[in-house]
């Protein structure tokens, strides 16, 4: 695989590792929903809300807790059999970002957990906003290894030298990226935050979710093993007790409709 491996191939790789993603990515901590509704004015209590490439179905189950009525709208079909199996009574739709098959002011919110830098912008935003009621937003949002922590900086430099284009499809934009996307003179002004947050581990299960990223999908089994093996080696060392304390930087960007 090289670094011309084309973003579809990415985007849909998941559904080679749903069950391992549905077990081992990290879920969201009550901050973010609070952001959300700060920033866009809005409470997700009776919203209803579009969670646009909705994976296993990780965010779903938080936005539904919130007491939002949520549709999932996920174009891989093993990401969406793990999302069935977890959340029956939740609607789910095959379909992406850049064609929602949903009517012009339909919803309150339409979210992205995890799942934005997979759209084209140029396609995903009007199709945001033109499903969105006056007033709904459109909201974005990425766990990423927080670059503060000295360990896990240590590790995606590691990464970054051992496979090339190692996270070359992005996963956050900020604030700045969306004014740009929205064109010269958008009419709604992209709102951005970041907010911080750990979870203690089992290195298992920490190296799993390295597994189950985009690249290691794609890149398979057999080529992904040596990699995940020598991270283990080096984490023992920091981590003698086999648990890991993740920590992550929660990128935030809302988009409110006039």
Not at 112 to 120: E, I, L, M, P, V
Not at 136 to 139: C, E, H, I, N, W
């Given at each position: 695989m090289t670094d011309e491996t084309p973003a579809a191939d990415f985007a849909l790789s998941f559904d080679a590792v749903a069950a391992q993603y549905a077990t081992a990515r990290p879920g969201y901590p009550p901050a973010l929903f609070d952001s959300v509704e700060e920033l866009s004015g809005l409470t997700f209590e009776g919203a209803c809300v579009l969670?646009?490439?909705a994976g296993t179905g990780i965010a779903t189950r938080l936005l539904?807790?919130?007491g939002a009525h949520v549709t999932a709208v996920e174009p891989g079909p093993g990401m969406g059999a793990q999302l069935r199996?977890?959340?029956p009574g939740v609607p789910l739709v095959r379909a992406v970002g850049d064609a929602l098959p949903f009517a012009d002011a339909s919803a309150d919110l339409v979210t992205?957990?995890?799942?934005?830098?997979?759209?084209?912008p140029a396609r995903s935003i009007p199709e945001a906003l033109r499903v969105l009621r006056p007033g709904?937003?459109?909201?974005l949002w990425w766990n990423v290894p927080d670059p503060d922590v000295?360990?896990?900086a240590a590790q995606e430099a590691r990464l970054r030298r051992r496979l090339p284009g190692y996270h070359r499809h992005g996963v956050s934009v900020a604030a700045p990226e969306m004014i740009t996307a929205l064109g010269p003179a958008p009419a709604a002004t992209p709102l951005f935050r970041r907010l911080h947050?750990?979870?203690r581990i089992p290195l298992d299960q920490h190296l799993a979710h390295l597994g189950s990223r985009s690249y290691f999908a794609v890149l398979g089994p057999e080529k992904?093993?040596?990699?995940l093996d020598d991270e283990r080696a080096l984490l023992l060392r920091d981590f003698p007790d086999g648990m890991v304390e993740d920590a992550y930087a929660l990128d935030v960007t809302v988009v409110r409709r006039p």
């Open positions: 969670d646009v490439g539904c807790d919130r199996a977890a959340l992205y957990a995890q799942s934005w830098h997979w759209t084209d709904g937003a459109l909201a000295g360990w896990i947050w750990t979870r992904s093993k040596p990699v």
